[in-house]
């Protein structure tokens, strides 16, 4: 019980870092997806050719090479960075390849007479995708959003090379100073579990409220009806 004590504030600080390092990285990768995304699905080829090769390149190289390329080999081209920013940067550059593939598939996954007809009814095509488009992908592409944001919980793990004190880290300095690597590794992968537990568990209620019927989303709710915009174009003719 003593040693549990003794261990357990380094591992609730490693935790907090882990926790930050994930959040950022996550809200960096959907960033990164988005633009990705649009730029793959682009008619240009200026913007979807660039898009596709950083796809390929990302998904054809390991994510702990990338974090080692940022925080030890660009240093020899004059780019230095923190090793939590280095580490924020490659789980975000890393992840949000993927994302890019997951949102073109959900964005795909809609069906395109219903943005057609949205643009018959002289809807733009931004709020098209806003009120139309995103809610359906959203909805579809949620379950694998989740698995993709548990696995980048425990890929962060990985910036532990970088010597960014987060969960991982925490529990090898730990080890290696107390010797007592089956209590420490075994308390490292109960924070890993209840993270990421915890995680799933607010997906799954996140996918139970999406997939209620008839529930629309609150932006669709307010806006202008169909009907209401012929009625007042017929009277204004």
Do not use: H
């Amino acid at each position: 019980m003593s040693d549990f004590l003794l261990f357990l504030p380094p591992l609730l600080q490693g935790t907090a870092w882990t926790l930050a390092l994930s959040f950022v990285s996550a809200g960096g990768a959907v960033l990164v997806g988005l633009v990705v995304c649009a730029g793959k699905m682009s008619r240009s080829p200026l913007a979807s050719r660039p898009a596709r090769v950083y796809i390929e390149i990302i998904r054809g190289t390991p994510l702990l090479l990338q974090l080692f390329y940022l925080y030890y080999a660009l240093p020899e081209i004059g780019v230095v960075m923190p090793a939590f920013l280095a580490g924020v940067l490659g789980l975000s550059l890393n992840f949000g390849a993927y994302l890019a593939e997951l949102f073109r598939a959900g964005v795909q996954s809609v069906d395109e007479g219903q943005t057609q007809a949205a643009r018959a009814l002289g809807m733009r095509r931004f709020l098209v995708f806003r009120l139309v488009v995103m809610p359906q992908a959203l909805r579809n592409i949620f379950p694998a959003l989740g698995n993709y944001a548990l696995v980048l919980v425990k890929d962060s793990s990985l910036v532990a090379v970088l010597s960014v004190v987060e969960l991982m880290r925490a529990g090898e300095l730990l080890a290696s100073a107390t010797f007592k690597a089956l209590l420490v590794y075994t308390l490292v992968g109960a924070s890993y579990f209840v993270i990421c537990f915890a995680l799933s568990r607010l997906f799954v209620w996140g996918e139970a409220r999406l997939a209620i019927p008839g529930r629309v989303p609150e932006a669709v709710a307010k806006a202008p009806r169909p009907g209401g915009w012929l009625r007042r174009s017929s009277s204004e003719t």
